[in-house]
């Protein structure tokens, strides 16, 4: 206890003597003095007779002598002394004897009193049966009575039975739930976490709380000791909250160490949030006990408390560093075929690549958005074969691959607002309803053009991630960027380092999805093949693909299937089937039809081939039914530059709403024209409807004429501004959207220049 030192009453001084006073020689008053500062506010008219009057010295205030100071000896200055709290003896000066509490006489008396004293022990949350020795006395609390005894609850996780022949001077009908008692433990049985008590009443005892140290373990750790044997064992983590779930019991937060990942249970009021301080992203620091929920590692939470700060601060980093590590992609691994462009593209493959398996170590859904034909499936086919095995190791969720994985078909060949807007309807509900990130959304076989910047802005809007996978031409190129590269974190497109469109969608996600899990390789080698057949593409590259796909898809045949040799026939029945199929699957991704469409379930490749025969037999003949109500009505001309330009109104001469639609229309048109001329002729097809063109040309129309239907779409914007022009898509095959009004005037101009050509 401090207090006021008594003897210099706190100032710290003690008077060792007087000595005469300087100003009045020791005489009490003085003689002369300021009239002003003595007389300060008396009236003018007082008269005074100041030959009587005595004036008392200022300094020593009329005693003659002023006191000479010295330090106080029984306080050493400080003005305050240590007194014991017990007795109130003096102890010592203060701050030498700050930390005593106690003088001698009492603290030896106190250590006598002690000595005669039970001590009580008070188990806090971390403690279990392990951490209760027979004969010693806890206190706990009535949880539980029954006929044949009481339940004495020592924390959250240990309890005992007191037998009514252990009750010394009680009464079993003494104990009511919620009374805090004293009990002996007489028998502790670890293995059956079973501990039986004796009660004797104390009176003179001390409470002792005993609180378990709990070293740090790393999650990984836990479960390769095995969940079985570390059931429940006390463990202590560090992690990120990656995901915060309400159900209707406790609150369920998911965690990651940069090792792996766990749940942490945590219950105070059934179906109330727990610990609403602690968000998604933020460092928690946990205790509590092993438990298995669906196979699973759960914690149930003991302590939980947020790190904030500089603590909070090293914990993420050296999470940051684990997970980096594991989500490097293989970047090292050999293409399926040699290609420079492929190889000056690796890098930016290696990157989207590694984007992809940290988006899952993160916790964070990943939609695949592709184009609704054989590429933009079989781009996304080969990514989802890739990703899902992944997700499925390195999440903790059994259902993984349905709550954090999503594949989606988009009918135009970009990122429109519809598809973003219904991506961003479901990303919020799920970020609302199970506490979920916002996803990464990958984009492939579109996302390339500035047509795609404005969705994928509202998406980085609302927090999601964009990567681009695409072989459409992007715009104009300056040093390896284009404009929609502002917007996007990850971008793998031939054209960026100087290739074209002959390498699809389906050639680069699956040559980026074996960089996310080489083990894949088997089951996608063929879906560029098939890719590349679909999207009419040319070149040696090209060529190594599709003998890679007839090597594969006839050696499972031969094993599992009716043992055919494939041929490039073959895949172009594989690619029309796709694009018949994905003509009713719309906005569905079709998962379970379209693996067997392309073959990746090759163990069941007779169900593909069975199916294949099935659905191009339907398809050929939608196909002949449409082609005879439109080659009567395809218009063809010879133009004085030499191309042959072939024109179709497909709103009056062509079925509408089923297969094929009016893009395959003018395709399947453009082939007939090309077969009669063959594809050395400069042959271009436009297929119009309302608002609307679609365009097919022949390589030799770019290879003569610098043909470039992007180049055509900008130029028409400049010239028609009021005809609200957009589209695009790859030089000799594409469409165009206008206001239906200014059909005619769009028509008409598009042919001029291809006339001036």
């Not at 100041?50 to 006191?67: F, H, R, S, Y």
């Not at 002792?208 to 999650?219: A, D, Q, S, Y």
Request: charged fraction near 30%; hydrophobic fraction near 35%; charge should be negative.
């Amino acid at each position: 206890m401090i207090d006021k030192c008594p003897i210099c009453m706190g100032t710290g001084k003690k008077i060792v003597r007087y000595k005469t006073c300087p100003d009045c020689e020791g005489t009490g008053y003085i003689c002369e003095f300021d009239t002003k500062s003595h007389f300060k506010g008396v009236s003018k008219r007082s008269k005074y007779d100041l030959d009587l009057a005595e004036v008392p010295c200022p300094n020593c205030e009329g005693t003659g002598k002023i006191p000479v100071y010295d330090t106080c000896d029984y306080c050493g200055g400080s003005g305050k002394v240590v007194k014991c709290e017990k007795c109130g003896r003096y102890i010592g000066k203060y701050p030498e004897y700050k930390d005593v509490t106690l003088c001698d006489i009492c603290k030896k008396e106190e250590e006598e009193r002690r000595k005669n004293l039970k001590t009580v022990y008070e188990l806090d949350n971390l403690c279990s049966v392990g951490d209760v020795e027979e004969g010693k006395f806890y206190k706990g609390i009535v949880s539980r009575t029954e006929r044949y005894g009481v339940f004495i609850s020592l924390n959250e996780q240990t309890r005992g039975l007191l037998k009514p022949r252990e009750m010394v001077g009680k009464k079993l009908s003494d104990f009511k739930i919620g009374d805090e008692v004293i009990v002996q433990v007489i028998d502790v049985r670890p293995e059956k976490r079973e501990i039986d008590f004796r009660y004797i009443p104390l009176t003179n005892y001390t409470v002792e709380k005993l609180e378990k140290e709990v070293p740090l373990i790393t999650i990984k750790e836990i479960v390769d000791k095995g969940l079985v044997e570390m059931k429940d064992e006390i463990v202590h983590i560090r992690g990120e909250v990656i995901q915060i779930t309400q159900t209707p019991g406790p609150t369920i937060f998911t965690v990651t160490d940069g090792t792996e990942t766990a749940w942490v249970s945590a219950l105070d009021i059934a179906g109330l949030r727990a610990h609403p301080e602690v968000l998604v992203g933020d460092i928690i620091d946990v205790i509590g006990s092993v438990s298995i929920r669906e196979g699973r590692l759960q914690i149930e939470r003991l302590k939980l408390k947020k790190l904030e700060g500089k603590e909070a601060e090293e914990v993420k980093k050296e999470i940051e560093k684990k997970l980096d590590e594991k989500s490097e992609p293989y970047s090292d691994i050999d293409f399926l075929v040699q290609s420079p462009v492929l190889e000056r593209l690796r890098p930016k493959m290696a990157h989207v690549a590694k984007k992809i398996r940290r988006a899952i170590l993160d916790g964070k859904p990943v939609i695949i958005r592709h184009h609704a034909d054989t590429d933009g499936y079989c781009a996304g086919l080969a990514l989802e074969r890739a990703i899902l095995p992944i997700l499925s190791k390195f999440s903790i969720d059994v259902d993984a691959q349905w709550h954090y994985f999503k594949r989606s078909p988009s009918k135009a060949p970009f990122y429109e607002l519809e598809d973003v807007t219904k991506d961003l309807v479901y990303s919020l509900e799920d970020k609302l309803r199970f506490g979920q990130k916002m996803p990464l959304v990958v984009l492939t076989d579109n996302g390339s053009t500035d047509e795609d910047i404005p969705a994928i802005s509202q998406a980085i809007a609302f927090g999601m991630d964009v990567i681009v996978i695409d072989h459409h031409y992007p715009g104009e190129v300056v040093n390896g960027r284009v404009e929609v590269d502002d917007y996007i974190s990850g971008h793998v497109n031939p054209y960026l380092v100087g290739g074209d469109s002959n390498l699809t969608a389906g050639v680069l996600a699956t040559e980026v999805a074996r960089m996310i899990n080489k083990d894949v390789t088997g089951e996608i080698n063929h879906l560029p093949g098939i890719a590349v057949v679909g999207d009419h593409a040319k070149g040696r590259e090209v060529e190594e693909y599709i003998k890679i796909a007839l090597k594969d898809l006839t050696k499972w045949s031969k094993k599992y299937g009716s043992g055919k040799e494939y041929t490039v026939e073959d895949l172009e029945k594989i690619a029309l089937c796709m694009d018949f199929e994905a003509f009713y699957l719309r906005f569905m991704g079709g998962r379970g039809i379209v693996e067997e469409i392309l073959a990746t379930n090759k163990r069941e490749i007779y169900r593909h081939e069975r199916l294949i025969d099935i659905l191009y037999k339907r398809a050929m003949e939608m196909i002949d039914r449409q082609m005879r109500a439109v080659l009567p009505a395809l218009k063809t001309e010879k133009l004085e530059n030499g191309i042959i330009l072939s024109t179709l109104d497909v709103e009056r001469y062509a079925h509408k709403f089923t297969f094929p639609p009016p893009g395959k229309t003018c395709g399947f048109a453009h082939d007939s024209i090309v077969k009669k001329y063959g594809e050395e002729t400069p042959i271009i097809t436009i297929a119009y409807g309302p608002d609307f063109l679609v365009v097919r040309a022949t390589d030799a129309v770019s290879e003569r004429f610098n043909f470039n239907l992007n180049l055509i779409v900008e130029q028409l914007i400049r010239e028609i501004p009021e005809a609200s022009i957009d589209g695009g898509g790859h030089e000799c095959a594409g469409s165009v959207k206008f206001v239906e009004g200014l059909r005619d005037k769009v028509l008409s101009r598009f042919i001029d220049i291809l006339r001036s050509m």
